[in-house]
């Protein structure tokens, strides 16, 4: 993400409790976590004018205080930290997720930006999203001279989440009588929509997600797994304690849902209003899944050369095949 | 014998002679590669022997062959139909559409609402059976359903069953000249019914949501609603063929700012598939559904209790209602939106009286 904003910005600063996983020249970097007073602190001595907040946690499956922390008391430190006569901030990208809409039967096909928070018991990622959401839009109409742009971003399957490693089993356990519709995004689509957001002026909220669907019996079949039906659908903590119990895959609560009844966004405001709509569809992404599932894994990644070193030759070694195997056939 | 699998060698022998060709023989040799097998290797467990093998593959064929012989013998002992071969023939189609679509593995794509046309159409093969021989309908009027562009179709519901929504489906897809897939709305409810639910949205259906219906007459599809919903389909078999109220009228509004005409469809011979006598709402309640029928032979019969009777049907088309002529504003026009919807109703109730009175008996 910050690889693809370095070019485009004059001066680029990161900040987050753990290390980068890549060091990149032309950022700094300072260790430092969403507490208000420093988040002030660092926008008004460096004249930040534009604060992309991503630290939003999404994918995960234990319901304790440390996600509503990170999620809403976070966001809302980030935003007063932003906020006031004094704050040069001028634009505002804050990450959120798919899972804000939920996923229920009677919902409908596809949920648009405006059908966020209906009134039903979600589950406590949800029910988060929604009220950072709330707090963002409170920001928004107090502090009109910062454009606020809210990414829903789709499910993505890159990186090990959840969704992936589910998907990524040889016995798939599924919600019985049940073949929803999955609709995912690609990791590279998240940071370009991010990037985009970032650089242009684009208030409101916007749904991120690739083109078409795919069937979750479809994505298994992909991915080479297969589907075991026989999860209950009226149960779901039960269903995802057995799921754990079994296969270790802690699923989240809003992901039973989905795994349950779909859920699929309307991307068209994106793709009006943004003049771009995701590279990948759906399907590419489960496909792009499939294939990195074959591809040999690099271990022990411990200094971060080393890693991007053995990377690097991997990629030389599969080119190289790859080179042959085009030059013979 | 044969080789198994794709000869990979061949063609790049001939597509590229000079790489290969100017090295030595050992110098070729070693820089080749052994060609990687693409084909799965042959199975080296048991198999049975080869004209047992032969057999398995034409038992189909001799199958059929006999049951035509079968067919003409009796044709010719009684001098009637007995076996009606075009009916047999249906189901073995039926069952290698299965077959071809269980090849597919994951190479088929469903629209964004999941509706998977390929594996529909090999349903209608089954549901046309239903459609000529078991239920005998009599379709009229479906040149007012348009070949192209969007429409809301809006018809009575009826049998504690949604079967009448099926034989419209098959009805538009089998008598119109340029057959087309309709887009049936389905209460939420059962979305959240195991198989239903899945098998529901990859036949066509979707919720029916407003933002749903829209969403489809902008693509341009027909669309099928029942405004009376469950309170249609369970009510008691003495209330018959009397509509009950339209929903709030919201139909029309979607149809008024989707500019899609309304085309009423009065279906005769739903109601008396499944003769409910009486309604136990406290075991519904316990399952989780609108009603639980109590019919002559459901639930004491079991499994039986489902096989509807074969009462005689007619589906009306009516004459198309053109709604689009308002401006999408007059959607928020209570009064004509009412005005509309009791049109619609009553062109609807009128045309199953007429057809009620076409029809000689219940079930001739």
Request: aromatic share 8%; net charge positive.
């Amino acid at each position: 993400m910050a690889r693809r904003l370095a070019p485009q910005v004059p001066y680029l600063f990161g900040c987050d409790v753990a290390d980068p996983i890549s060091a990149i020249e032309e950022m700094d970097f300072v260790h430092a976590d969403t507490r208000h007073a420093v988040i002030g602190k660092l926008v008004r001595r460096l004249r930040i004018d534009t604060v992309v907040h991503l630290a939003v946690t999404v994918d995960s499956a234990r319901e304790d205080r440390a996600d509503h922390e990170t999620n809403v008391i976070g966001t809302m430190n980030v935003l007063i930290g932003c906020a006031g006569a004094s704050s040069p901030v001028e634009r505002l990208v804050v990450k959120s997720s798919q899972a804000v809409y939920g996923a229920g039967p009677g919902d409908p096909s596809f949920f648009s930006e405006d059908m966020a928070g209906t009134e039903r018991q979600g589950s406590f990622v949800t029910r988060d999203l929604l009220e950072m959401e709330q707090l963002v839009n409170e920001f928004a109409i107090r502090d009109p001279t910062c454009q606020v742009t809210v990414l829903r971003l789709g499910f993505r399957v890159t990186d090990g989440t959840t969704l992936a490693r589910y998907l990524s089993l040889p016995i798939v356990p599924t919600f019985a009588g049940f073949d929803p519709r999955l609709q995912l995004l690609h990791e590279e689509d998240a940071v370009e929509a991010i990037v985009r957001s970032a650089m242009g002026v684009h208030p409101g909220a916007y749904n991120v997600a690739a083109g078409g669907v795919v069937l979750l019996s479809q994505a298994i079949t992909i991915m080479g797994g297969r589907a075991v039906p026989i999860l209950p659908h009226n149960g779901q903590w039960l269903a995802r304690l057995g799921l754990r119990a079994v296969t270790g895959v802690d699923l989240p609560g809003h992901l039973a849902g989905v795994l349950a009844y779909g859920s699929v966004l309307d991307c068209s405001k994106l793709s009006a209003e943004f003049g771009w709509k995701p590279a990948y569809t759906t399907r590419s992404v489960m496909d792009a899944l499939a294939r990195g599932k074959t591809e040999e894994h690099v271990e022990a990644p411990s200094p971060p050369q080393e890693y991007e070193l053995q990377v690097y030759l991997q990629r030389r070694r599969r080119e190289e095949r790859d080179g042959h195997r085009l030059a013979r056939s | 014998m044969k080789s198994r699998g794709p000869n990979l060698t061949a063609p790049s022998r001939s597509a590229e002679p000079t790489g290969i060709y100017t090295a030595a023989p050992r110098e070729r040799r070693r820089r080749s590669r052994k060609a990687e097998i693409i084909a799965p290797p042959p199975s080296t467990g048991f198999r049975l022997p080869k004209p047992v093998r032969r057999l398995q593959r034409n038992a189909p064929v001799y199958a059929m062959q006999g049951l035509a012989e079968l067919s003409s013998r009796l044709r010719q002992l009684t001098g009637r139909e007995i076996i009606d071969l075009n009916r047999v023939m249906g189901f073995v189609q039926f069952a290698y559409q299965q077959r071809e679509l269980a090849r597919r593995g994951a190479n088929y794509t469903v629209d964004d609402f999941g509706f998977d046309p390929q594996w529909t159409e090999s349903f209608l093969s089954v549901f046309r059976i239903l459609y000529r021989d078991y239920w005998r309908v009599e379709t009229t009027g479906i040149e007012n359903v348009p070949a192209t562009g969007r429409a809301l179709l809006v018809s009575n519901h009826g049998g504690v069953l949604p079967w009448d929504g099926t034989m419209i489906k098959t009805a538009v897809f089998v008598e119109h000249p340029s057959p087309r897939h309709v887009r049936a709305l389905v209460a939420s409810l059962f979305m959240g019914m195991p198989v239903l639910s899945w098998f529901l949205r990859r036949t066509g259906q979707t919720v029916g949501h407003p933002d749903d219906t829209r969403r489809l007459l902008e693509r341009d599809e027909l669309v099928l609603v029942f405004p009376e919903g469950v309170k249609g389909t369970g009510k008691p078999f003495k209330d018959r063929y009397r509509l009950r109220r339209f929903g709030r009228g919201g139909f029309v509004a979607t149809a008024i700012r989707a500019g899609a005409p309304i085309i009423p469809v009065s279906v005769v011979g739903s109601e008396e598939i499944y003769p409910m006598i009486t309604d136990l709402a406290p075991l519904a309640k316990m399952f989780g559904l609108p009603y639980f029928p109590v019919t002559p032979f459901w639930p004491w019969l079991g499994p039986f209790g489902v096989i509807p009777l074969p009462s005689k049907w007619r589906i009306q088309f009516h004459s198309p209602i053109h709604v689009e002529v308002h401006p999408p504003k007059a959607a928020d026009d209570q009064n004509l939106v009412m005005a509309l919807a009791d049109q619609v109703r009553d062109t609807i109730q009128q045309g199953v009286y007429d057809n009620l009175k076409l029809r000689r008996g219940i079930f001739v």
